[in-house]
């Protein structure tokens, strides 16, 4: 059930995603080459567009797409993708002053 | 009444110009939205709209831009903020060939086509819908979802015929327990929404074909949708072509694990709290916003200003609006008579400015239910149904 279920979603991505480029890249800089999975249902802006989450939340966040939306993460990939999207925040300095997270 | 039976044609034609316009904003510049990494573009051109907050380009996500909201009562048709979970909806629907199923606990399986829905007495309501998460963006301490300001809520006059009328055709079976809705979106879990039977048979809810006059287009749900008036617009379910009646509480993915609040009374949990019991989001608490002045604005010392703003509730009519400077003495605005008690009402009061230096406006509605804004922001780990009382801070000079 799950791998066709994948098979659909990553079917879907390619001709959104070529539609004239116009979507913004997911910078992959640094990344575990298993992130580049992250745009194939959604453009980056779902991804760069978070506040500052905690690596426990973004743990939370790319479990999230495996299980209920049926990423194509293997197990021992989600903590590198995680670490990943949580160090990206800090490198870019996000969250300044105002922006509480969760105890 | 008139019918709505788009020619294919008309149709291909419409698609011609969203689906080219859905990848070429004709022009982009940056807005601030009023929170950390609220950095987003302002679009035009982006499916068929006209300046929008582009949230998400795929699936798209697009927030309506404030100052719509002082424009007028009705919020346009190509202003209107648009929300998809997935783009796996077919952006060309065949309408001659398309279908509603109405199957489940009934007496009589049904398969109607537009046609058939269009045959039915139409009647129009004006209603708000307004995004379970809309302002996620201010959740403090922030939680992940989209990051929406204040902007995923709309008003629109939506036409279309009672669900009960096709309900009451099918023949709901006694024991029914709800109703479920789905749509074209096809990717799992596939995207379906529920009501109990009483919610759904109240003649309000709609299968709509219309907003503001014009057949929906795409990203509203074209050809159908579900119009629920008062209720989050998660259950607004669009391209709506599957209606079934259950026997049992839905289990599905989008009533059982998403778009769920806590059960407390104000849908509110402490931060970092073990999570406790939920429940599915439903009606909309009152909500009310100044539109013609912002955050910061500058205002003359010992005069009188014009404030004005929208109200709404999907829990009852507005009853009031009130201005206060300091939250404690209260004045009642004046409300507009138009509206109807799903829509927008706007308020209008004379607010006196007083000496230079800062000057607080805070505004609060409370709806014929007795339900008010509280002054407070409520939490929850979903970011949802934020109702706070909205607050301005002016400059008095």
């Not at chain 2, 699936?59 to 048709?77: H, K, M, N, R, S």
């Not at chain 2, 778009?259 to 931060?271: A, E, F, L, N, V």
Request: charged share 20%; aromatic share 8%; net charge positive.
């Amino acid at each position: 059930m799950k791998a066709s279920l994948l098979g659909f979603a990553l079917a879907i991505a390619p001709v959104a995603v070529s539609a004239q480029g116009a979507e913004p890249p997911l910078p992959l800089t640094g990344a575990p080459p298993a992130a580049a999975v992250c745009v194939a249902c959604h453009s980056s802006e779902m991804i760069d567009y978070q506040p500052r989450l905690t690596l426990a939340q973004w743990r939370a966040t790319v479990l999230k797409m495996k299980t209920a939306y049926g990423a194509p993460v293997a197990d021992k990939d989600v903590d590198d993708i995680a670490n990943w999207l949580a160090s990206r925040q800090v490198n870019a300095g996000q969250a300044a002053a105002g922006s509480r997270r969760l105890p | 009444m008139d019918h709505f039976i788009p020619s294919r044609r008309h149709f291909m034609g419409l698609l011609g110009v969203t689906a080219a316009a859905a990848f070429a904003p004709l022009r982009a510049t940056d807005l601030q939205l009023p929170f950390d990494n609220g950095k987003r573009r302002l679009v035009e051109g982006v499916e068929g709209k006209g300046q929008m907050i582009l949230q998400r380009t795929r699936a798209p996500l697009l927030e309506t831009p404030f100052e719509v909201y002082d424009q007028g009562l009705i919020t346009p048709v190509d202003r209107f903020y648009v929300r998809w979970h997935t783009a796996s909806a077919p952006r060309q629907i065949d309408t001659p060939a398309f279908r509603v199923h109405v199957h489940g606990h009934v007496e009589r399986e049904l398969s109607l086509t537009l046609a058939d829905i269009s045959s039915l007495p139409a009647r129009e309501i004006t209603a708000v819908s307004q995004c379970a998460g809309n302002s996620r963006g201010f959740s403090d301490p922030r939680v992940p979802g989209a990051q929406w300001g204040n902007g995923a809520m709309g008003n629109a006059v939506w036409r279309g015929v009672s669900l009960r009328q096709v309900l009451d055709r099918a023949g709901v079976k006694a024991g029914a327990v709800a109703i479920r809705f789905r749509g074209l979106d096809a990717m799992p879990p596939q995207f379906g929404k529920s009501l109990a039977v009483d919610v759904a048979r109240n003649d309000d809810v709609l299968l709509a074909t219309h907003m503001n006059g014009q057949p929906l287009p795409w990203v509203h749900g074209f050809p159908l949708r579900l119009v629920v008036p008062g209720w989050f617009a998660t259950y607004w379910v669009k391209t709506l072509s599957d209606i079934e009646v259950l026997d049992t509480e839905d289990d599905n993915y989008w009533m059982a694990k998403a778009y769920r609040i806590p059960t407390t009374p104000d849908g509110s949990t402490t931060p970092g709290a073990p999570a406790g019991a939920t429940t599915p989001i439903s009606t909309m608490p009152p909500r009310s916003f100044v539109t013609n002045l912002h955050d910061g604005d500058r205002l003359r010392a010992h005069s009188t200003q014009v404030i004005r703003g929208i109200a709404f509730s999907g829990k009852g009519a507005i009853a009031r609006v009130e201005w206060s400077a300091d939250g404690h003495a209260w004045h009642r605005c004046q409300l507009d008579s138009e509206g109807g008690k799903y829509g927008f009402r706007r308020w209008h009061a004379q607010m006196p400015v007083g000496a230079a230096g800062q000057q607080r406006l805070l505004v609060r509605a409370t709806d014929a239910g007795g339900n008010v804004q509280p002054p407070t922001a409520g939490w929850n780990p979903g970011g949802f149904m934020r109702n706070v009382v909205e607050s301005l801070n002016l400059v008095v000079a």
